[in-house]
């Protein structure tokens, strides 16, 4: 996952220089150069998508796609549009996929494979301390757990400056303020009980990557 920000072309209208970065990436084995000529060729769509599977498996983003919780599309070697609302139909295999996630995958804090509610963080931190995830322009989060989710996602945001967002959705599905919702396990999540918890911790003096 090296050399996702070498040498990027300064602007996205500059297609030799983009052209010259996949020559790079071919030179160092990196499957997005293919993927980024066939953006500048006439391909056709399942050709590119075929490419940017290959670009997946290579920086370990297919088993995220495979789980269906997160829908992106990939741009010039990055991500450029992502949302995540969490599929039911995968859950059963979602402890293995969040020990694979936590093994291989940069992470912005530390999560508990074991603990249910901590696997749709796992899946929502994976990919936004993922490099790949840098030159996002569109993120919509439709989260489930109360909790863990929002603190993990926003310390994974807070990490790192993103400099192509434009359009940001952070939310839960309440209806009302004081709505009973379920978390991902079927628990029940009361709001009041949380008014005067932060979503996101505190400061810690001596924890300086906590904001």
């Known amino acids: 996952m090296q050399g996702f920000d070498t040498a990027l072309p300064a602007s996205d ?5 983009w052209l010259a970065h996949a020559g790079a990436l071919d030179a160092a084995g990196d499957p997005r150069g293919a ?3 066939l953006e500048h060729s006439d391909a056709d769509a399942a050709g590119l998508t075929a490419a940017y599977g290959e670009v997946e498996r290579y920086v370990g983003l297919d088993a995220l796609r495979d789980d269906g919780s997160w829908r992106f599309t990939w741009r010039r070697g990055f991500i450029e549009e992502a949302s995540f609302a969490l599929a039911e139909e ?8 969040a020990e694979r996630l936590l093994a291989d995958l940069p992470h912005a804090g530390a999560l508990d494979p074991a603990d249910p509610e901590q696997w749709e963080a796992a899946l929502i931190d ?4 993922h490099p790949a995830a ?7 989060l439709r989260l489930t757990d109360y909790h863990r ?3 993990h996602a926003a310390l994974a945001l807070s990490r790192r400056t993103w400099p192509r967002l434009e359009t940001l959705y952070f939310g839960h599905a309440f209806g009302t303020l004081f709505e009973h919702h379920e978390t991902s396990t079927g628990g029940r999540i ?5 008014l005067h918890a932060p979503v996101v911790p505190k400061a810690d003096d001596d924890d300086p990557d906590v904001v």
């Open 190 to 194: 009361e709001p009041e009980t949380y």
């Open 149 to 151: 989710s929002a603190e």
């Open 90 to 97: 995968t859950r059963p295999r979602r402890r293995a996929l």
């Open 126 to 129: 994976a990919l936004l301390s």
């Open 134 to 140: 840098h030159r996002l322009g569109k993120l919509e």
């Open 13 to 17: 209208d500059e297609g030799e220089a």
């Open 35 to 37: 993927a980024i000529r």
